[in-house]
């Protein structure tokens, strides 16, 4: 009964050591640079920027599972220079109102999660749940 006991508590510590090691790189992000959005001002410097350089904005739901999850999928398929696309994160539950006003700038209704590419000053590319993607986003570019 012993031996037994041994194989099946090294069992465990390596089931464990493998959850926790896999949790560990889950938890890894991605080197992304955002800037928060929130201000409302920050909606004209965008516009402002897009004249010479894409801008794109996340708009997450905190509370969402599915929101987190296309965050983290983005995040993880991300690989743009910086040089060539300013990004910015909203957090929808605490800056509802500047949503709004995206809604009402740029003519694309509300969606969670959702991404806006803002490109001398017009919208190029939106979408929004899982059709979000850096493939769509590089042919909105020209990339």
């Known amino acids: 009964m012993k031996f037994f006991d041994q194989v099946l508590k090294k069992y465990k510590m390596g089931l464990f050591s493998s959850m ?27 516009i402002s920027l897009s004249s010479s350089k894409a801008v794109l904005i996340f708009k ?26 300013e990004l910015y994160f909203l957090d929808l539950l605490s800056y509802r109102e500047i949503s709004n006003e995206i809604t009402l700038r740029f003519n694309v209704l509300h969606q969670s999660p959702q991404v806006l590419v ?17 493939e769509a986003i590089k042919k909105a570019l020209n990339f």
Request: charged residues 25%; proline residues 3%; hydrophobic residues 30%.
């Open 20 to 46: 926790f090691k896999s949790n560990e790189v889950e938890n890894e992000k991605p080197n992304i640079n955002w800037v928060a959005l929130n201000e409302m001002s920050q909606l004209d410097e965008i």
């Open 60 to 85: 997450h739901s905190t509370r969402c599972g599915i929101s987190s999850m296309v965050l983290k999928n983005f995040e993880n398929e991300y690989n743009l220079p910086d040089s060539e696309i």
């Open 118 to 134: 803002v490109y001398k000053e017009q919208v190029i590319y939106h979408d929004s749940h899982n059709q979000i993607s850096v």
